[in-house]
């Protein structure tokens, strides 16, 4: 069964914390992404990443820093976290290709910066 | 720029009718495909069905199905007999706009929080 698990289902920090937000796929896919959603908003794409080590901005990336040194691990950095940040985050995979090709979402990290 | 419009945030629909969510897209890429994700109240999105942009024929998934209108730039999500279980939000999404080495993000719309009523 697919499945993308992300470190923490809840997370409280601090304004001007280092935080960082853990994604693991286990599906051998070559794609990850993530996502921060807001009531009235949708999601919106941060980064994402092809490849070990590759990376791409999304709409939104300022405040953010991604990290992938192995296929399956994709971690969102929020280098000096701001209320402003407070969000549901959700990481997906994908396989490569374009075309009908599915993500598949985590359950979602609701990260509150006080 | 790509972008997504769902112009319903709320619906309330009888059980055991049709539900037609709206959504229209803009984009100057004539290669783009359109994605209907639900989430349920416990927050896992869950994919629904998929519209390539050269598909000739509409797109239909179980109860789903997609009515695909390419001049008027629509991509709307017909549920037929709506179940009780049918309550969620549902996010209408585009791929084409952030693409890089065989990836391709999705610019989501701001979704339509559908609620079956029994």
């Known amino acids: 069964d697919v499945k993308v698990t992300q470190s923490s289902r809840y997370l409280v920090k601090r304004t001007g914390e280092k935080v960082f937000l853990e994604c693991v796929q286990d599906m051998d896919h070559e794609n990850m992404f993530w996502y921060r959603q807001d009531p009235g908003l949708g999601l919106r794409l941060i980064y994402f990443?092809?490849?070990?080590?590759?990376?791409e901005k999304g709409d939104i990336p300022e405040g953010y820093s991604v990290s992938r040194e192995k296929k399956e691990r994709f971690s969102l950095i929020l280098e000096s976290a701001s209320t402003n940040q407070t969000s549901m985050y959700l990481c997906?995979?994908?396989?490569?290709?374009?075309?009908?090709?599915?993500?598949?979402f985590g359950p979602g990290t609701r990260l509150t910066v006080t | 720029a790509q972008k997504i419009t769902q112009t319903q945030p709320g619906m309330f629909v009888q059980e055991k009718e049709a539900v037609t969510l709206d959504c229209t897209y803009d984009?100057?890429?004539?290669?783009?495909?359109l994605f209907w994700y639900k989430q349920p109240s416990s927050g896992e999105m869950i994919f629904l069905i998929y519209?390539?942009?050269?598909?000739?024929q509409n797109a239909t998934e179980g109860r789903y199905s997609l009515n695909f209108q390419k001049a008027r730039k629509s991509a709307n999500l017909v549920i037929s007999a709506s179940q009780l279980g049918d309550s969620a939000m549902y996010f209408c999404?585009?791929?084409?706009?952030?693409?890089?080495?065989?990836?391709?993000?999705?610019?989501f719309g701001k979704g339509t929080h559908l609620i079956i009523q029994p």
């Open positions: 990443s092809y490849d070990v080590k590759m990376k």
């Open positions: 999404a585009m791929r084409g706009r952030f693409s890089g080495g065989g990836a391709d993000g999705l610019t």
């Open positions: 997906a995979s994908s396989l490569a290709g374009t075309g009908a090709i599915e993500q598949y």
């Open positions: 984009t100057s890429d004539p290669s783009y495909g």
């Open positions: 519209q390539g942009s050269y598909d000739q």
